[in-house]
């Protein structure tokens, strides 16, 4: 099956939500929301829903090791990663990982017409949805076998 960006997010747990933070907001409270939410990432919103940015795990390592013990004390804008790449809802999920197994990186905003955010997808969001899909199969095949009529 094709899947969009859509069918995956209406399957999440965490429904279409995703976590935002402003370019101003410390890194220190970016970090408690990650930990908190056992998360990787944020997204970075201006004015509303306005993506801005990105921060995940992987730029905290980053600013620890660039700017030493200060780093929690600086503004998310200074570590985020901007202007992201994102997808859209009508995207299919094929080309996401296309787009994040080349440009090594693990989460997308998904976003709007105008570029208001709607959602998130991590690359584990993705595995689990392709586990499901895959264990789906697998169940149907059973049924399906069990309807074969035996030789006598
Ligand atoms: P990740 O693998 O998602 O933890 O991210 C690795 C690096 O890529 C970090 O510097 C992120 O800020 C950046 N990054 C993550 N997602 C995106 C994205 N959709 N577009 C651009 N950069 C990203």
Redesign the pocket.
């Known amino acids: 099956m094709n899947m969009s960006v859509r069918d995956l997010l209406q399957g999440k747990t965490a429904g279409t939500s995703a976590l935002t933070v402003t370019p101003e907001t410390t890194v220190f409270e970016a970090a408690r929301i990650l930990m908190h939410h056992r998360i990787?990432?944020v997204m970075v919103v201006e004015r509303g829903r306005t993506v801005a940015g990105?921060?995940?795990?992987?730029?905290l390592v980053?600013g620890v090791f660039e700017k030493g013990n200060q780093v929690a004390t600086l503004t998310v804008r200074a570590l985020?990663?901007a202007d992201?790449?994102?997808c859209h809802e009508d995207d299919t999920v094929t080309k996401v990982i296309h787009e994040m197994t080349t440009?090594?990186?693990?989460?997308?905003?998904v976003v709007d017409k105008t570029d208001q955010l709607i959602g998130v997808i991590s690359i584990g969001d993705i595995l689990k949805s392709r586990m499901e899909e895959a264990e789906n199969k697998a169940d149907d095949l059973e049924a399906m076998a069990g309807f074969v009529p035996e030789r006598s």
């Open positions: 990787g990432s990105i921060l995940t795990e992987r730029d980053r985020m990663t992201p790449v994102v440009r090594r990186f693990r989460h997308m905003p």
